[in-house]
């Protein structure tokens, strides 16, 4: 492998060590660094990129990482190298938040300046100091607020390489999907490096389920790279080409009573919403043919307000 040098540091072949990137400071004169861990195989092979803490309230991403860590995951790797930033965004994650103080998204800041916003900024961080290094990466996201998105990995459209690790990694759902001014699969494709994102679970919230779904996957992943050596075989894959939303048509109460992961009809009913004195109830049905991607766990709702993330044009991959 040899070795690899970030931010004027520089870790020899089978080198492991953690390596802090100054990005500023709060109000308060205390100094805010992104915390890079670097794991350096003696061996030649793939720099792999584990991100999480993008967006500072999606702890389940930043979780999954924590116990991928804590596990040693990385700690004996058969080849390459693996460099894991388990919150890039701190400014949102010490304030619960997805943005960062200003209310700018990192992920809408690629690839940034060192002159720029906040937001800007981090994200510069990331494309000058990280990228010109990986060979091909994960981002670990969830749902928003009260939106529980269920395991998936998204890859860019037109994207072989991506995709190839989509099936790698072998979520139950992979969601082939555009490439998004600004963001950082954006800048990494520019780059010619592969970039996928998982999706799973809610903001601020932690989900078992998601965890374990995205931990097994990140092993296979690694596996079919070279990096480790695993058995997690995985289960079943079923590839969407497009996404849409059901959205409420009435404001009130909403229950849904079909969850993420379910296989739907169109017409079959989702879930109610009722109005707070007892008096109506509106069904919620499937505009379509599909699978139930993501549902939203908010208790109230306005007219209009995304209530299922259906999927569909499937096919089965696995
Ligand atoms: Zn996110």
Known sequence: MGEITINNRTLGAGESGEISLHVG?????????????????????????????????????????????????FENLLCGC???????????FINFSREVPDGKDVNRSFPGSFRGSLASRVARMLTKKVLPLVDFGIDFHTGGDNRFNFPQIRYSRRDPAAEECALQFAAPFIIEKPVIGKTLRKTAKSMGIPMIVFEGGEALRL?????????????????????????????????????????????????WSKKSG??????????????????????????????????????????????????YESDLVK
């Open 207 to 255: 989900d078992g389920f998601a965890i374990e779904t995205a931990l097994k996957g990140l092993r296979r992943l690694l596996h079919a790279k070279g990096l480790i050596d695993t058995s997690e075989i995985s289960g079943q894959v079923i590839r969407l080409r497009k996404t849409s939303w059901i959205r409420a048509s009435h404001a009130g109460i909403f229950i």
């Open 25 to 73: 400071r709060l109000p308060s004169g205390a100094r805010v660094s992104i915390k890079t861990h670097v794991f350096n195989s003696l061996n030649p092979g793939p720099t792999i990129l584990i991100l999480a803490g993008l967006h500072g309230d999606e702890i389940n991403g930043v979780e999954i990482v924590r116990r991928a860590l804590s596990s040693g995951l």
């Open 262 to 311: 379910t296989k739907i009809q169109k017409g079959e009913t989702l879930g109610g919403i009722f109005d707070p004195y007892g008096n109506t109830r509106v069904p919620v049905a499937a505009t379509r043919d599909g699978y139930i991607i993501g549902h939203n766990n908010t208790p109230v709702v306005h007219q209009g307000d995304a209530l299922f993330h259906l999927g």
């Open 82 to 92: 693996v460099i894991v930033i388990p919150v890039l965004n701190v400014y949102g």
